[in-house]
């Protein structure tokens, strides 16, 4: 069974780079599929950030784009999110997930989600 | 890039139907099949309900519905149960190769 976990600082002070990891086990993310962050302010919908292939491929939220790197290392089933400048409106619930890309378009596996919050 | 648009509340009684409404543009969800519906309880991740507009992962009840028309897409729950007392959140394929989701539709059950 596919598992992904959130991993990274809880507090992140303003204008600094957030940075999270997420482990996959139960399946090699080298085998096919997207993997992606989607992140949840408090009391507000999920808004995605942005998906990667290990082939090398990326897709990014348009409102993000200018702050957001995703990548990964197959070899030992982590990808990871950069968000740069960061200010309290990206204080949320930051989730990874393993993505569906290409044929359909969906999240199937969820991570628990890890609570962020940009403060000085 | 908008947010689907979602109606706040919906409510119904165990064993009623209830239908949630999500309403895109011609930038997302007015071209593209690719509607999905997510569950979300108090403090846990979103779930999978039903993707490709109408088909459902294994595992969920028969009782989740979907369908799509025009720029409106719908969530119905049947039968309902305490259990189906969440956050319901949809997401469709977009311009921009990405994701847009809605702001999320609270069900209680009387």
């Known amino acids: 069974q596919v598992q992904v976990q959130e991993s990274g600082p809880g507090l992140v002070e303003p204008s600094e780079t957030l940075s999270l990891t997420c482990s996959v086990s139960?399946?090699?993310?080298?085998?096919?599929?997207?993997w992606g962050w989607i992140r949840q302010p408090p009391g507000k919908g999920p808004e995605w950030i942005g998906s990667?292939?290990?082939?090398?491929?990326?897709q990014y939220n348009p409102s993000l784009k200018s702050r957001v790197t995703i990548s990964g290392d197959t070899s030992k089933g982590q990808f990871f999110l950069k968000l740069s400048s960061v200010t309290a409106a990206d204080t949320a619930v930051y989730y990874c997930?393993?993505?569906?890309?290409?044929?359909?378009?969906?999240?199937?596996?969820w991570g628990k989600g890890t609570t962020v919050t940009v403060s000085s | 890039q908008s947010a689907l648009t979602q109606p706040p509340s919906a409510s119904g009684s165990p064993g009623q139907s209830v239908t949630i409404s999500c309403t895109g543009t011609?930038?997302?969800?007015?071209?593209?099949?690719?509607v999905s519906w997510y569950q979300q309880h108090p403090g846990k991740a979103p779930k999978l309900m039903i993707y490709?507009?109408?088909k459902r992962p294994s595992g969920v009840p028969d009782r989740f519905s979907g369908s799509k028309s025009g720029k409106t897409a719908s969530l119905t729950v049947s039968g309902l149960q305490a259990d189906d007392e969440a956050d319901y959140y949809c997401?469709?394929?977009?311009?921009?190769?990405?994701?847009?989701f809605g702001g999320g539709t609270k069900l209680t059950v009387l």
């Open positions: 990667f292939f290990h082939g090398g491929s990326t």
């Open positions: 011609s930038s997302d969800l007015g071209v593209y099949n690719y």
């Open positions: 139960g399946y090699s993310i080298s085998s096919g599929s997207y």
């Open positions: 490709g507009v109408s």
């Open positions: 997930a393993r993505t569906q890309w290409g044929f359909s378009y969906y999240i199937d596996v």
């Open positions: 997401s469709s394929y977009a311009d921009s190769n990405s994701l847009v």
